[in-house]
C-alpha cells in the first residue's frame, strides 16, 4: 500500500513539473512563431497603444499577438528588446531615450530629435524607429480656463508677473530632477514660483480644479487636461524636451515578418495629443479596460483601412 501511495505521489509529482516546464511568465518565454510580443510600459497610454498596435496586426495578418505588461522604466522596457522577450515596443519617447538609453544630450527641436533617435537606434540596435504616432507626452504648465482669463495666460513667460503669489503643485521628483526639472527651468525663464508643493502627479489635477493650487506641472497627453477643461499655457522658450511617440521595432522582427511594417504605418500621424488625452481619459477617468478602449477607437475608424 505505501508503495502505491508514493508511486502515485512520484507520478503526480512528475506531471506537476511537466506542467510547469511547459509554462512561463507571461510575454517573458520565447513564444511561438505566429506569435508577436508587443511591450507595453505601467502606464495608461503605453497599455491602450499595446493594445491598438496588437488589433491592427490581428486584423491585417494571419499573426497573433500577446501584450507583455508593466515593463516598468523605459530601461526594462529596452533590455526586453534586447533580450527577445519583446518584438514590438508600443511607445517610445524621443525625449526619454536621448537621455536615457542614447546618453545624450537634449535636442530641443522636435524634428531634429526625431532624427537622431531615428539614425542612433538603428546604428546602435539595429531597431527601426518609427515617425510619431501623432501626439507627444511631455511636461506641461496647466491652469484652470478661468484662472488664463483672469490673469492673461497663454505663455509660461507670463507666468512671471505674479510668480511670488501663485501656489505650484509638482510632481517632487521634477524640482529635483537635472536637466529639464525646476532648477533648469528657473536658469531659463528668470523666476521661481514663491510657494511649490510637492505632489504626486496623478493628484496635481484634482488640486487645479478644486482651486487649491493656482498652477501645475502637467503630462499634455492626460486625459484630466480635456476632462477638467484645463489650458495648457505655451512652453514659449521652448524649454522641455519633445516627448514624442512612437512604435519600435527590431529590422530582424519586420523581416521576419513581411507585412507588419505596412500595418504599423496606418497608425503614423493618425492620434492626435487632444485624441490620446481623451483615450486615456476614458480608462482613467471613467474605467474601461484598455483593451476595450483600443478596440472602439480602431472600429470607430475602420482600422484606418
Same mark, same amino acid.
Given at each position: 500500500?505505501?508503495? !502505491?501511495?508514493?508511486?502515485?505521489?512520484?507520478?503526480?509529482?512528475?506531471?506537476?513539473?511537466?506542467?510547469?516546464?511547459?509554462?512561463?511568465?507571461?510575454?517573458?518565454?520565447?513564444?511561438?512563431?505566429?506569435?508577436?510580443?508587443?511591450?507595453?510600459?505601467?502606464?495608461?497610454?503605453?497599455?491602450?497603444?499595446?493594445?491598438?498596435?496588437? @488589433?491592427?496586426?490581428?486584423?491585417?495578418? &494571419?499573426?497573433?499577438?500577446?501584450?507583455?505588461?508593466?515593463?516598468?522604466?523605459?530601461?526594462?522596457?529596452?533590455?526586453?528588446?534586447?533580450?527577445?522577450?519583446?518584438?514590438?515596443?508600443?511607445?517610445? %519617447?524621443?525625449?526619454?531615450?536621448?537621455?536615457?538609453?542614447?546618453?545624450?544630450?537634449? &535636442?530641443?527641436?522636435?524634428?531634429?530629435?526625431?532624427?537622431?533617435? !531615428?539614425?542612433?537606434?538603428?546604428?546602435?540596435? @539595429?531597431?527601426?524607429?518609427?515617425?510619431? %504616432?501623432? $501626439?507627444?507626452?511631455? %511636461?506641461?504648465?496647466?491652469?484652470?480656463?478661468?484662472?488664463?482669463?483672469?490673469?492673461?495666460?497663454?505663455?509660461?513667460?507670463?507666468?512671471?508677473?505674479?510668480?511670488? @503669489? %501663485?501656489?505650484?503643485?509638482?510632481?517632487?521628483?521634477?524640482?529635483?530632477?537635472?536637466?529639464?526639472?525646476?532648477?533648469?527651468?528657473?536658469?531659463?525663464?528668470?523666476?521661481?514660483?514663491?510657494?511649490?508643493?510637492?505632489? !504626486?502627479?496623478?493628484?496635481?489635477?484634482?488640486?487645479?480644479?478644486?482651486?487649491?493650487?493656482?498652477?501645475?506641472?502637467?503630462?499634455?497627453?492626460?486625459?484630466?487636461?480635456?476632462?477638467? @477643461?484645463?489650458?495648457?499655457?505655451? +512652453?514659449?522658450?521652448? $524649454?522641455?524636451?519633445?516627448?514624442?511617440?512612437?512604435?519600435?521595432?527590431?529590422?530582424?522582427?519586420?523581416?521576419?515578418?513581411?507585412?507588419?511594417?505596412?500595418?504599423?504605418?496606418?497608425?503614423?500621424?493618425?492620434? +492626435?495629443?487632444?485624441?490620446?488625452?481623451?483615450?486615456?481619459?476614458?480608462?482613467?477617468?471613467?474605467? !474601461?479596460?484598455?483593451?476595450?478602449?483600443?478596440?472602439? $477607437?480602431?472600429?470607430?475608424?475602420?482600422?484606418?483601412?
Amino acid at each position: 500500500m505505501k508503495n !502505491q501511495k508514493r508511486k502515485w505521489i512520484s507520478a503526480l509529482l512528475a506531471g506537476c513539473l511537466l506542467l510547469i516546464s511547459g509554462c512561463s511568465l507571461p510575454g517573458l518565454a520565447g513564444s511561438s512563431s505566429n506569435t508577436l510580443r508587443i511591450g507595453a510600459q505601467n502606464f495608461t497610454e503605453s497599455e491602450i497603444m499595446a493594445y491598438i498596435v496588437a @488589433d491592427m496586426i490581428e486584423h491585417y495578418t &494571419e499573426k497573433q499577438t500577446t501584450i507583455v505588461k508593466n515593463l516598468g522604466s523605459n530601461t526594462v522596457q529596452q533590455k526586453a528588446m534586447e533580450n527577445g522577450d519583446v518584438d514590438i515596443a508600443a511607445t517610445r %519617447y524621443t525625449g526619454t531615450d536621448l537621455s536615457s538609453t542614447l546618453g545624450m544630450d537634449a &535636442e530641443k527641436d522636435p524634428k531634429r530629435a526625431l532624427e537622431i533617435v !531615428q539614425k542612433e537606434f538603428n546604428k546602435r540596435f @539595429d531597431y527601426k524607429w518609427f515617425d510619431s %504616432y501623432g $501626439f507627444d507626452n511631455t %511636461y506641461a504648465f496647466a491652469v484652470t480656463q478661468k484662472m488664463a482669463k483672469e490673469h492673461n495666460l497663454e505663455t509660461v513667460s507670463d507666468l512671471e508677473k505674479n510668480a511670488k @503669489d %501663485y501656489r505650484f503643485g509638482v510632481d517632487n521628483i521634477w524640482l529635483k530632477k537635472k536637466g529639464d526639472g525646476y532648477e533648469g527651468f528657473v536658469k531659463t525663464y528668470g523666476f521661481k514660483f514663491a510657494h511649490t508643493y510637492p505632489m !504626486q502627479i496623478g493628484l496635481v489635477y484634482d488640486a487645479l480644479k478644486n482651486e487649491k493650487m493656482d498652477i501645475v506641472l502637467a503630462y499634455s497627453s492626460d486625459g484630466r487636461i480635456k476632462a477638467y @477643461d484645463l489650458k495648457i499655457i505655451k +512652453d514659449d522658450k521652448r $524649454f522641455f524636451p519633445p516627448y514624442d511617440a512612437s512604435p519600435v521595432v527590431p529590422k530582424k522582427v519586420l523581416k521576419e515578418n513581411p507585412g507588419l511594417e505596412k500595418v504599423i504605418n496606418r497608425l503614423i500621424g493618425k492620434i +492626435d495629443t487632444e485624441q490620446m488625452q481623451e483615450l486615456n481619459y476614458q480608462v482613467d477617468g471613467e474605467l !474601461q479596460e484598455p483593451a476595450i478602449v483600443a478596440k472602439n $477607437f480602431l472600429e470607430k475608424h475602420n482600422y484606418f483601412e
